[in-house]
T-cell receptor
């Protein structure tokens, strides 16, 4: 099993450009999450999904959109990138319906917006 | 909203010694989960240990143990026999309703030889 994978690992964008980050998991997990990590602030939840076709806002959703068309994939989109979105982005997944509560994380994507 | 506070931005410890990282949280819930995650320079988030709030017994995983004080809303991590590979950022996290994690700001731990 690959676990949780993220594509790409690094990306540099110019202000106003758009991009999509892909998260994929092969563990049949129901719940998936997108976090951002900024220096001195730990990880903050952007959006999450409790199942295929459902999404919900987290703590810092502004400027991002998400989609969960397939159970194994969770996409994070930036429609018009801003320098404030420079961060490291982590995807995570879990399977609470099976009694698992720990979240498994992907390796992260470092995004720089200039 | 739940909050998690890690009051020690940085700590250092000599190899083979013991170190304790502090974490406090604020919640009105009675049943919840607490976690410690390790983030080495590779950036990968690694689960170290978890604690269910309904369990009175403190969780232990090899050299890692917690001191869970529910009434005080305190959840500290003790690392015994520290190793160079323990050098990392450590995050305390609270799992709130909806299985969402709320993280503290992290503590950088440096193990010195």
């Amino acid at each position: 099993n690959a676990g949780v994978t993220q594509t790409p690992k690094f990306r540099v964008l110019k202000t106003g450009q758009s991009m999509t980050l892909l998260c994929a998991q092969d563990m049949n997990h129901e719940y998936m999450y997108w976090y951002r990590q900024d220096p001195g602030m730990g990880l903050r939840l952007i959006h999450y999904s409790v199942g295929e076709g459902t999404t919900a806002k987290g703590e810092v959703p502004d400027g991002y959109n998400v989609s969960r068309l397939k159970k194994q994939n969770f996409l994070l989109g930036l429609e018009s990138a801003a320098p404030s979105q420079t961060s490291v982005y982590f995807c995570a997944s879990t399977r609470p319906l099976a009694g698992f509560y720990e979240q498994y994380f992907g390796p992260g994507t470092r995004l720089t917006v200039t | 909203a739940q909050t998690v506070t890690q009051s020690q931005p940085e700590m250092s410890v000599q190899e083979a010694e013991t170190v304790t990282l502090s974490c406090t949280y604020d919640t009105s819930e009675n049943n919840y989960y607490l976690f410690w995650y390790k983030q080495p320079p590779s950036r990968q988030m690694i689960l170290v240990i978890r604690q269910e709030a309904y369990k009175q017994q403190n969780a232990t995983e090899n050299r890692f143990s917690v001191n869970f004080q529910k009434a005080a809303k305190s959840f500290s991590l003790k690392i015994s026999d520290s190793q160079l590979g323990d050098t990392a950022m450590y995050f305390c996290a609270f799992m709130e309703y909806g299985n969402k994690l709320v993280f503290g700001a992290g503590t950088i731990l440096r193990v010195k030889s």
